[in-house]
C-alpha cells in the first residue's frame, strides 16, 4: 500500500488540506474583522479571536480532509481489483479477513500520523494568524482543544476505515466511491433539504444528526450538553464519536462478511 | 502434489465444472489442457481460493490451500499477468510479497536473477513487456521456493528464448521432486515441457493419461480423404487387410453432402489406384501426419458430439 505513489499523494493532501483551509478561513476572520473595524462596527467576536472561532479555524480542514481519507480507504483495497494485484496479495495469504486487517492497519496508523500533522501545522498557522485566541471557552466546551487536537485526527482515522469497509463490500472504485460520498455528502444533503423544505418532518432532524458528516461536526464541536442546542435531541460529542464508531464498525463488518465469501476474477 | 477432486462449479446457471478430478504428481509436470472456456482458470482459482466451489475440493500436499501455514511455501502460482500495481516498481512488488510471507529479501534478487528480470527490476512494471510480466509473474510464484506450482497459460506472451528459459525452470523443479501444474489452450505447447496429459472440454475432465502414451496413440500418418460416396469409399478398401477406415465428424471445410474420413496403414499410391479403379468420386484425397493438435481437437470435438 505505502509503496504507491497515489497512496503518499493523498496522504499529502489530507496533510496539508488542513493547513491550508486554516489559513483561508483565519484570512476570511481577519479580513471580517477589518471591515468591521473600518465601519465602526467591530466584530469583537472575531478579533481578537474567541476560542471558538480559533478552533473552529484549525479543525475546518478536518472536513475535505475527511472525504481524501475516505477515498483512499476504498482504493486502498480497490484499486487491486481494477489490475489483478488482489490475486498476487490473496495467493501470498489467501486468508482474507487477515489481509483486509493488515490494510486496515496500515491505513489507519498513516492516516492518523497524516492527519495529526496537518493538525498541528493548522494549529501553528491559527496561532500565527490569530491572535488572542485564549479567551474563555463556553461551559459546555470544556477541553474542546485537546478534543479537537487529538480526536480530530482519530475521527479521520475512523472515515478511512469507513472508506476500507464500503471498499470491501464493492470491490469496485466507482462502486466504493460513490457508496462512501453518497453516505458522508449525498446523504446528510438530502435529510438536511427535507427537513428545511417540507414542513412537518422536524423528525428528520435527527436521522440528519446521525449521519457521520453530522457527528464529525458535533463531536468537533464538543458539545457536552444536547440542551444547549436548542434542538430536542442531538448528540453530545462523545456520544457522536460512539456513533461514528459504529458505522465504520458496520462498513467494515459488512465488507469483511462479503471480501470473504466473494469469488476473485 | 495438488489433487483435485470432484470440483463442481456454476456461475449463475452456467455450470461450468463438472465434478472434476486429477492429480498433478510430485516430481512430474502436469499439463492442463482444454480450449477456452473449458474450465482452466477456474479449476486453479479453486485450487487456490480465490473461488469458492459449489462441491468437491482441491489439496496441496493434503492440505486446502487457505488453510496453509506458509501459502508462499507450499505453492506458488502465476495467474493473469500483469498482477502487480502499474506503478510499483518489479522489486519492490516482489520484495511486498515476500514481507507479506516474512521471506528474506535476498531471496528477491535469486528470482529475478533466475527468470532473467535483474535488468529491469527497477522500473514500474506497467512499463514491463506481457513476456516481461509472465516472467515476473512467476519470480513471484518461486519468492517462497514452494513444492507445488500451479500455473495458468504461463507461456502467453513469451518470446521463444523466455519460454525455454521457464520451460529450463519448470524442469528443473519438477526434476527436485516438486508437482507443477500448468494450463494452456494448445497441446504442442504442453507437450514439450508436461510428463502427465489432462483434458478438459466444458468443464469435464476428457482424458488423463501422460504426454508419452498420448504420442504413441494419435500420431502416425494416414490419409485424409472427402468423399459424397461414404459406402462406396468403405467397400472399395474393404478387402484389403491392415487398413482401418475412421468417419471424422464433419467440419467447416467439408461440402455438405460428403463425409470425411481417415485412412490408416494403406499406401498412398495403391489407396488411390484402387479408388479410382472402382470410380469413386473423391473431393479431397492427400496424406496426413496427424498432429497432437488434430489428435486434441477430435478428442475435444468427438466428446462433444458424443454428447450431443
Known amino acids: 500500500m505505502l509503496s504507491l505513489r497515489s497512496t503518499w499523494v493523498l496522504l499529502l493532501i489530507v496533510m496539508l488540506l488542513q493547513p491550508l483551509s486554516t489559513g483561508l478561513m483565519a484570512c476570511a476572520t481577519r479580513v471580517l474583522a477589518g471591515l468591521g473595524w473600518q465601519t465602526n462596527h467591530l466584530l469583537a467576536h472575531l478579533l481578537p479571536a474567541s476560542s471558538d472561532v480559533f478552533w473552529s479555524a484549525v479543525v475546518s480542514g478536518l472536513f475535505p480532509g475527511m472525504i481524501v481519507a475516505g477515498i483512499l480507504g476504498v482504493l486502498v483495497l480497490t484499486r487491486e ?33 497524516a492527519a495529526q500533522v496537518g493538525l498541528l501545522l493548522s494549529w ?31 475521527i479521520l482515522v475512523l472515515f478511512a476505515l469507513m472508506g476500507l469497509g464500503l471498499g470491501a463490500l464493492s470491490r469496485s472504485r466507482a462502486g466504493g466511491v460513490g457508496l462512501f ?15 428545511g423544505l417540507v414542513p412537518h418532518v422536524g423528525w428528520l432532524q435527527a436521522p440528519f444528526r446521525l449521519t457521520p458528516t453530522s457527528l464529525l461536526v ?26 461514528l464508531m459504529v458505522w465504520t464498525a458496520l462498513s467494515c463488518a459488512l465488507g469483511t462478511l462479503v471480501f470473504r465469501r466473494a469469488d476473485i476474477g | 502434489m495438488i489433487g483435485i477432486d470432484s470440483l463442481t462449479k456454476r456461475f449463475g446457471s452456467r455450470k461450468v465444472l463438472n465434478r472434476v478430478s486429477f492429480t498433478a504428481r510430485d516430481g512430474r509436470v ?115 521456493d514452494p513444492h507445488n506450482l500451479v500455473l ?14 521457464v520451460r529450463d525452470i519448470w524442469r528443473g523443479l519438477a526434476s527436485q521432486g516438486r508437482a507443477v501444474l500448468l494450463s494452456s489452450r494448445k497441446i504442442n505447447e504442453v507437450a514439450q515441457i508436461a510428463d502427465d496429459l489432462v483434458i478438459i472440454a466444458k468443464g469435464r475432465i476428457l482424458e488423463r493419461t501422460t504426454v508419452a502414451r498420448f504420442i504413441g496413440e494419435h500420431s502416425h500418418d494416414s490419409i485424409y480423404a472427402v468423399t459424397p460416396q461414404p459406402d462406396q469409399l468403405k467397400a472399395a478398401l474393404a478387402t484389403a487387410a ?39 468420386v473423391l473431393y479431397d484425397f492427400q496424406p496426413e501426419e496427424v498432429s497432437l493438435e488434430q489428435a486434441y481437437k477430435d478428442i475435444i470435438r468427438g466428446r462433444r458430439d458424443a454428447r450431443s
Not at chain 1, 124 to 133: E, H, N
Not at chain 2, 56 to 62: Q, Y
Open chain 2, 242 to 280: 491392415g487398413i482401418s477406415i475412421t468417419r471424422l465428424p464433419p467440419d467447416e471445410s467439408c461440402p455438405p453432402d460428403a463425409a470425411r474420413f481417415r485412412i490408416q496403414g494403406a499406401p498412398l499410391a495403391s489407396t488411390a489406384s484402387i479408388l479410382a479403379q472402382e470410380g469413386v
Open chain 1, 81 to 113: 481489483f481494477s489490475g489483478a494485484t488482489i490475486e498476487s496479495t490473496l495467493t501470498a495469504n489467501p486468508r482474507r479477513g487477515m489481509v483486509l486487517m493488515a490494510k486496515g492497519l496500515a491505513l489507519a496508523l498513516s492516516t492518523w500520523l
Open chain 1, 181 to 195: 460520498l453518497g453516505l458522508t455528502l449525498i446523504l446528510p444533503l438530502i435529510l438536511g433539504l427535507l427537513g
Open chain 2, 30 to 144: 502436469t499439463g492442463f489442457v482444454g480450449p477456452k472456456g473449458a474450465g482452466k482458470s477456474t479449476t486453479l482459482r479453486i485450487a487456490l481460493g480465490l473461488v469458492r466451489p459449489d462441491a468437491g475440493k482441491a489439496l496441496f500436499d493434503g492440505q486446502p490451500f487457505v488453510r496453509l501455514s506458509s501459502p508462499m511455501r507450499t505453492a506458488g502460482a502465476v495467474l493473469n499477468p500483469p498482477n502487480a500495481h502499474p506503478a510499483c516498481k518489479a522489486r519492490d512488488h516482489l520484495l511486498a510479497l515476500a514481507a507479506i510471507s516474512g521471506i528474506d529479501h535476498g531471496r528477491v534478487d535469486q528470482v529475478l536473477e533466475m527468470v532473467g528480470l535483474q535488468s529491469v527490476a527497477d522500473r514500474p512494471t506497467g512499463s514491463l513487456s506481457l513476456g516481461m510480466s509472465q516472467r515476473l509473474a512467476l519470480a513471484a510464484a518461486l519468492l517462497g
Open chain 2, 152 to 165: 495458468d497459460d504461463p507461456l502467453h506472451g513469451l518470446d521463444p528464448g523466455g519460454a525455454e528459459r
Open chain 1, 124 to 154: 501553528i498557522l491559527a496561532a500565527l494568524l490569530l491572535p488572542g485566541r485564549l479567551g474563555t471557552l463556553p461551559a459546555y466546551k470544556p477541553g474542546l482543544a485537546l478534543l479537537d487536537l487529538l480526536g480530530g485526527p482519530l
Open chain 1, 218 to 243: 458535533t463531536f468537533l464541536s464538543g458539545l457536552n450538553r444536547a440542551a444547549e442546542t436548542g434542538i430536542r435531541w442531538c448528540p453530545t460529542w462523545w456520544q457522536a464519536g460512539l456513533i
